[in-house]
């Protein structure tokens, strides 16, 4: 059976890692025999309607397998997901996915190498797909539904994506390849300003009311930030999401808590608590920054459902 790929590249992601990623990638392809067509997102989002576009066009065929290749980052996997959900009727069409963003977590939470020459081994070197966790959530009061392959978070983490997002010195930042300095000086900015919001939770049948939330974040697997192993326990094929909910503390106990996490001891903190479920409800009624995946979601009250879905992926594991 040959495969045919068709790539979605993001040159921008990674701060054009993803260009040099894919001029590497692509003579290797063909020396594997595998064909490809090529299309580059123009503007932020354009992944979504590419990928929606070609699962409506493409054709299933018993004779090859159509496979669609991302090459960018996190953002990229998310809105490329969502396109091809929007554009299938049938069976869904594989994801390879080769991590060329800034943070990667879905890589490292999959068990995709974030080195490229191994990611595209595992790439080419599969021969069926793997079945993945992903995330669904619906969101009641904007109406709006989305799949996700990393985490929603509500409050800390997407200020910071957010003041990062719109920091007057993130160009300069990233021009000099040190863009996530951007987020470093947020970081601490947002620990400051950051207020503490009450939580509704419904996890399953419990229910648990939290007043001083600070933190917030349902996830698919353990990592976000670009790393932060910050649920241990979730895993990409536990047909389970997991949430974390950190309640606000002193500043230097924040910063403690962030260094535990490192060696995953960030749980046994009496501030912290952290839920499985194949279900969970979340309410939050005060203006909060919401984040998807790493995209804003804007400054609003939330009521989310969000569930577990699965999706399949073209690799071998490492
Ligand atoms: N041609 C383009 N011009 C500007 N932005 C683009 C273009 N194409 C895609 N984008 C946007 O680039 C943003 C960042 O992409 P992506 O998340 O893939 O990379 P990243 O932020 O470097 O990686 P990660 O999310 O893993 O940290 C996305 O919001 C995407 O919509």
Redesign the pocket.
Same mark, same amino acid.
């Given at each position: 059976m040959s495969r045919h790929f068709y790539v979605i590249l993001? +040159?921008?992601?990674? +701060?054009g890692? #993803?260009s040099k990623i894919w001029d590497a990638a692509s003579p290797k392809l063909k020396q594997a025999g595998i064909t490809y067509q090529l299309a580059? /997102?123009?503007? *932020?989002?354009? #992944?979504t309607l590419l990928a929606e576009l070609y699962a409506k066009r493409v054709q299933p065929d018993s004779t090859d397998t159509n496979i669609v290749l991302?090459v960018? $980052? %996190? $953002? /990229?996997?998310?809105?490329t997901l969502n396109g091809l959900k929007l554009g299938t009727t049938g069976d869904p069409l594989p994801i390879a996915y080769l *991590? #060329?963003?800034? $943070?990667? %977590?879905? #890589?490292r939470g999959a068990g995709i190498s974030r080195n490229p020459d191994i990611a595209l081994q595992q790439i080419i070197s599969a021969t069926e797909p793997t079945i993945l966790d992903i995330g669904h959530y619906d969101e009641t009061i904007k109406h709006e539904h989305r799949y996700f392959v990393n985490n929603v978070g509500i409050g800390f983490d997407a200020a910071v994506v957010s003041a990062a997002n719109h920091s007057s010195q993130k160009g300069l930042l990233n021009h000099l390849h040190i $863009?996530s300095l951007a987020y470093m000086a947020q970081l601490a900015g947002v620990l400051t300003h950051q207020d503490a919001f009450p939580v509704t939770l419904q996890i399953d049948d419990q229910r648990e009311v939290f007043n001083n939330g600070f933190l917030l974040t349902t996830s698919n697997h353990p990592y976000f930030g670009?790393g932060v192993r910050i649920l241990p326990i979730a895993s990409v094929t536990d047909g389970k999401l997991s949430v974390i909910i950190v309640e606000k503390m002193r500043i230097p106990r924040f910063i403690f808590l962030f260094m535990m996490m490192g060696a995953g001891r960030h749980l046994g903190f009496k501030q912290v608590h952290h839920y499985q479920a194949e279900k969970i409800h979340l309410s939050v009624s005060s203006l909060e920054h919401g984040q998807v995946?790493?995209?804003e979601m804007g400054s609003r009250s939330f009521d989310i459902y969000l569930t577990i879905d699965q999706y399949p992926f073209w690799f071998t594991q490492a």
């Open positions: 993001n +040159r921008h992601a990674g +701060r890692r #993803a580059e /997102t123009r503007y *932020p989002g354009h #992944a991302v960018g $980052g %996190d $953002g /990229t996997l998310n809105q *991590p #060329a963003g800034s $943070g990667n %977590d879905f #890589a $863009g670009g995946d790493g995209e």
